[in-house]
C-alpha cells in the first residue's frame, strides 16, 4: 500500500473545528517509533479551532471552504502534491468530498465518525443513539469511499452508554477513544 521503507509517511488532516484528533495525531506523529508526519493540515473553516495547534507546530495550514468541489478539487490536488502528501486522514472534516477526489486518492483517504459504523451514519450521532435507547456506541474509522461513512472499516472501539449519558458527556467520552483509535488505525494501515 502506502509504505515508504524507513521513511514516515507525509500525511495530510482534513478539519473543520475543534481538532482534537488532529492534535492528538500531531503528539503521536512526534514519537520515534510513528511511521507518519504530519506535513499539511487543511481547513474548511478559517477560524478552525484545530489551525491553532498546526501552526504551534509548524505545519503548513491551508483554507479550503470547498463550496464548489469541482473548482477547488484541482487546487487541493496540486497542493497535496506540492506537499508530496500520500495519505489523508479525514479528523472532524465537516464537508462531503467529490467523488473525482475520492477516486485520485483511492484506498488513502481514512475517516473517523463517532459511532459504530454501518449505525448511524451522518451528523447529530450521539442524540440519535441516545434517543434509540441504545446500550452501546463507540467510534469507528474507515475508508473512505464515495458513500457517507460506508468505506471499509479498519478499526473499531465500542463504549457502554451510561444511564446519565447525555450527548455532551457521551461525545467526550467517545472523543477519549477517538483518540486511542485513530493513531492506532493509522499505524495499522501504514505498516
Ligand atoms: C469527532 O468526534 C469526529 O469523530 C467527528 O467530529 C468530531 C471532531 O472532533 N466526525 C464526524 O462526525 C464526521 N462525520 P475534533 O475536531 O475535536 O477532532
Redesign the pocket.
Known amino acids: 500500500m502506502v509504505r515508504l521503507i524507513g521513511k514516515k509517511t507525509k500525511i495530510a488532516v482534513f478539519?473543520s473545528?475543534?481538532?482534537?484528533?488532529?492534535k492528538n495525531l500531531i503528539k503521536v506523529s512526534k514519537k520515534k517509533k510513528s511511521n507518519f508526519q504530519i506535513s499539511l493540515v487543511l481547513s474548511s473553516k478559517k477560524n478552525a479551532k484545530?489551525l491553532i495547534f498546526a501552526k504551534r507546530n509548524k505545519i503548513i495550514t491551508k483554507i479550503f471552504y470547498y463550496k464548489n468541489p469541482l473548482k477547488e478539487d484541482k487546487k487541493i490536488l496540486k497542493t497535496l502534491k506540492i506537499n508530496d502528501i500520500k495519505f489523508i486522514c479525514l479528523?472532524?472534516f465537516?464537508k462531503i468530498l467529490s467523488k473525482n477526489f475520492i477516486q485520485k486518492f483511492a484506498g488513502s483517504i481514512i475517516?473517523?465518525?463517532?459511532s459504530l459504523l454501518p449505525k448511524y451514519k451522518g451528523?447529530n450521532?450521539h442524540n440519535r443513539v441516545l434517543n434509540k435507547n441504545e446500550k452501546y456506541s463507540g467510534?469507528t474509522v474507515h475508508f473512505v469511499n464515495s458513500k457517507l461513512?460506508s468505506g471499509e472499516i479498519i478499526l473499531q472501539k465500542k463504549v457502554k452508554i451510561l444511564k446519565t449519558d447525555t450527548s455532551i458527556s457521551l461525545?467526550k467520552r467517545?472523543?477519549k477513544q477517538?483518540h486511542i483509535l485513530y493513531p492506532k488505525a493509522l499505524q495499522k494501515i501504514l505498516s
Do not use: F
Not at 473545528?17 to 488532529?22: A, C, H, I, P, T
Not at 475517516?111 to 463517532?114: A, D, G, L, T
Open positions: 478539519i473545528g475543534n481538532g482534537s484528533n488532529l484545530g479528523a472532524g465537516m475517516n473517523i465518525h463517532p451528523l450521532t467510534c461513512d461525545q467517545i472523543l477517538e
